[in-house]
T-cell receptor, first 116, second 110 residues
Framework: SAVISQKPSRDICQRGTSLTIQCQVD?????MFWYRQQPGQSLTLIAT?????????ESGFVIDKFPISRPNLTFSTLTVSNMSPEDSSIYLC?????????????FGPGTRLTVL | SQQGEEDPQALSIQEGENATMNCSYK?????LQWYRQNSGRGLVHLIL?????REKHSGRLRVTLDTSKKSSSLLITASRAADTASYFC??????????FGKGITLSVRP
């Protein structure tokens, strides 16, 4: 398994501001992902964070709103830009051990964001 | 959509009883994973079952997979109050992406 940490664990932000969430893994991993979990809902994939290239976004998510960095194989950041109350969610990073879709995916503890 | 769908949506049992949760999906999969989430915190990985496997065990957990019926079940035996949580199934398809179901809320009464 992989040990994943996220910062901050929670934050309360004002409308129109931006927040950058950090994700650190204790080992090098090929695949890292960012998810959103809106209140009372399931998890939705925002994007795949690619090391050395632009992130791959899912339908409904765009780079201008959720810019992602992945400078190396153990670290990634997700920025939630120009926030509105609808962005209030838990944001989770995850990593897949290995490749090919046959391996486990582990999650960080999440960042609980409240936008006022 | 290849989204997994769990049922029931909510389950309440007495401590010591067994809890069975089901997950159905619509497309072919590479694997299926079950997760637990306590009170809106991070997800804890419970177990992964591959498409060519039919059953796996881990402690008090037993997972089955029936690819012909596109369904999986998670059995928690001898439940404890600490098992109270939300449980999610998630499928990995040909695109290697993880797609989650809506989750099941399990309450175990002491």
């Amino acid at each position: 398994s992989a040990v994943i940490s996220q910062k901050p664990s929670r934050d309360i932000c004002q409308r129109g501001t931006s927040l950058t969430i950090q994700c650190q893994v204790d080992s090098q991993v090929t695949m890292m992902f960012w998810y959103r979990q809106q209140p009372g809902q399931s998890l939705t994939l925002i994007a795949t964070a690619n090391q050395g290239s632009e992130a791959t976004y899912e339908s409904g998510f765009v780079i201008d709103k959720f810019p992602i960095s992945r400078p190396n194989l153990t670290f990634s950041t997700l920025t939630v830009s120009n926030m509105s109350p609808e962005d209030s969610s838990i944001y989770l990073c995850s990593v897949a051990t290995g490749t090919g879709g046959y391996n486990e995916q582990f999650f960080g503890p999440g960042t609980r964001l409240t936008v006022l | 959509s290849q989204q997994g769908e769990e049922d029931p949506q909510a389950l309440s049992i007495q401590e010591g009883e067994n809890a069975t949760m089901n997950c159905s999906y619509k497309t072919s999969i590479n694997n299926l994973q079950w997760y637990r989430q306590n009170s809106g915190r991070g997800l804890v990985h419970l177990i992964l079952i591959r498409s060519n496997e039919r059953e796996k065990h881990s402690g008090r957990l037993r997972v089955t997979l029936d690819t012909s019926k596109k369904s999986s079940s998670l059995l928690i035996t001898a439940s404890r109050a600490a098992d109270t949580a939300s449980y999610f199934c998630a499928i990995t398809g040909a695109n290697s992406k993880l797609t989650f179901g809506k989750g099941i809320t399990l309450s175990v009464r002491p």
